[in-house]
């Protein structure tokens, strides 16, 4: 008896190390995967800028000496970025050397300003310091992702360019900062402009629309399937298919999409509303088994007593029933809206992998979502899209987890006990 106690000890003993060993690689594994992608997405929160006089003279803009309002956006402002860096080098001569030199200045400083002298015009002939956004292999040297010690061949800033680089770095004329842009911008063919701004204003209207379709449809279809309705085949088939359409791949939903709402509908393709439309059919199984889960929840002792004092079953079911069921229907809810919102294979589909430089204004405008930013940043070849991609993922990561400590909060507040 003593040894096979010894035994059972012994075999509890390693079946609590192997729990151990397997949930310490899992944490390792995540530590792992989080410190590659925060590792690789700081930059996308961070950039440099160069510091340079712009001469807003009606000459260089090629306007007139008085020229209206109306005119000021029609001016030659890449002959402003030309000429603030030839003066900050006025050794370089060669067409192809002020060509080198322009090229280290985002070709996005041009919209800038533009938009500085149309919000302000009263810049038109005066000389300000200004703060540009540099091109993005100029950002990746300062960020040392490029090395002067690498042979010339192998990276595209030349050797002469470095040598600006550096120059312009000891006069103090290249500073950093926080990167508003990624986070208030649209997406950009243009690395340092590319922002996520847009693509977060389309998850935000894609899923307000799956909110709006799948809660109050699921909840129904859960009330009458757990409350009203008797034990039939029918039933039993609509039980059936709803476990079924739970366990269907997100992508059968956008084929769905593509064939009913884009091709027979004639739904405007790439808009939040189709997206939305793809996702709530997606969503509605995942909504009713939790809502019917927290319905059957309830003690029947409370359905009883409200029928007792003479309540009807309706209710019953709206006064009783529904409020104490409600912390589990909004967890269920907010963990269906988490799982649509990192959905990308359904959206694909309708069209919504295009690209959209333009902040969305209302779900039938043309717009992308978060999860397919990240697709598309991923697939660009630059080497500065890495970063903007693991920094999308960051901030989508942070929506999930915020959605989940919601629905954590919410189940904590208004969970009753009996």
Do not use: C
């Not at 793809?278 to 319905?295: E, F, K, Q, Y």
């Not at 987890?401 to 629905?407: D, F, T």
């Amino acid at each position: 008896m003593e040894a096979r106690r010894r035994k059972r000890h012994r075999a509890e003993v390693r079946f609590r190390a192997y729990g151990l060993a397997a949930v310490g690689f899992a944490l390792l594994v995540l530590v792992l995967l989080l410190g590659t992608i925060v590792r690789d997405g700081a930059g996308a929160f961070w950039q440099y800028e160069v510091v340079l006089d712009i001469d807003f003279a009606p000459e260089v803009l090629g306007l007139g000496q008085d020229p209206a309002e109306a005119e000021l956006g029609r001016g030659d402002f890449s002959r402003l970025v030309k000429e603030a860096v030839r003066k900050e080098f006025p050794e370089v001569k060669g067409r192809r050397d002020r060509r080198a030199l322009r090229k280290l200045v985002s070709p996005g400083a041009v919209f800038e300003l533009r938009d500085r002298l149309l919000a302000d015009p009263a810049l038109l002939g005066q000389t300000v310091s200004l703060r540009l956004p540099l091109d993005d292999q100029a950002q990746l040297f300062f960020k040392g992702f490029i090395s002067a010690a690498v042979p010339e061949d192998a990276r595209k800033l030349s050797d002469t360019q470095l040598g600006w680089l550096e120059t312009l770095q000891e006069r103090g004329q290249i500073v950093s900062g926080f990167n508003t842009r990624f986070l208030t911008g649209g997406d950009s063919r243009e690395p340092e402009l590319a922002g996520i701004w847009g693509a977060a204003v389309g998850s935000l209207l894609t899923l307000a629309v799956t909110l709006v379709l799948s809660f109050p449809i699921g909840v129904a279809a859960a009330v009458y399937l757990e409350e009203f309705s008797s034990r039939t085949r029918f039933t039993d088939f609509i039980e059936v298919n709803i476990n079924n359409l739970a366990a269907v791949p997100s992508i059968v939903f956008g084929l769905l999409g593509l064939a009913v709402f884009l091709n027979f509908f004639g739904m405007p393709r790439s808009a939040p509303l189709v997206g939305g439309l793809v996702l709530s059919l997606m969503t509605l199984p995942t909504v009713i088994i939790a809502s019917r889960s927290a319905l059957a929840a309830v003690p029947p002792s409370i359905r009883e007593a409200a029928l007792g004092v003479g309540a009807s079953p309706l209710q019953v079911v709206v006064h009783h029933v529904l409020p104490l069921a409600l912390p589990g229907i909004l967890t269920g809810t907010i963990i269906g809206m988490a799982r649509a919102l990192g959905e990308t294979a359904p959206l694909l589909m309708i069209g919504m992998v295009a690209f959209i430089v333009d902040i969305p204004d209302g779900v039938t405008s043309p717009s992308t979502v978060l999860p397919v930013q990240i697709y598309l940043w991923a697939d660009s070849p630059e080497r500065a899209f890495v970063e903007k991609t693991s920094g999308a993922i960051l901030v989508l990561l942070g929506f999930l987890v915020l959605m989940n400590l919601a629905a954590v909060l919410l189940r904590n507040r208004f969970e009753s006990r009996w």
